[in-house]
Nanobody
């Protein structure tokens, strides 16, 4: 079993930045595709960004140019750098990992963008 723990959320003003982290209880990054999602109240879960075991990244068009996914395998950590935040970015941000047919989710971290 793998636990994923997110942190770094909080309240930020529009235009501000946050860096979310997701720490895995075991080093799975050499085998896992890691993703960030978000879910706002009343809305479907939205894919944001992905990093493959080979280190390739992919970002949703809705956040491309503002959000950046990265990882540090030695620290079992995946980050999501979020810049130029907007009120519509307010949501619970979730880390996800997939190893073969196994899916792992973190508990989420709340991001609120408001003045």
């Amino acid at each position: 079993q793998v636990q994923l723990v997110e942190s770094g959320g909080g309240l930020v003003q529009p235009g501000g930045s946050l860096r979310l982290s997701c720490v895995a209880s075991r080093n799975i990054f050499s085998r896992a595709t890691m993703d960030w999602y978000r879910q706002a109240p009343g809305k479907q879960r939205e894919f944001l960004a992905q990093v493959t075991p080979g280190g390739l990244t992919n970002h949703a068009n809705s956040v491309k140019g503002r959000f950046t996914i990265s990882r540090e395998t030695a620290k079992n950590t995946v980050w999501l750098q979020m810049n130029r935040l907007k009120p519509e970015d307010t949501a619970v941000y979730l880390c996800h990992g997939r190893v073969g047919a196994l899916d792992y989710w973190g508990q989420g971290t709340q991001v609120t963008v408001s003045s």
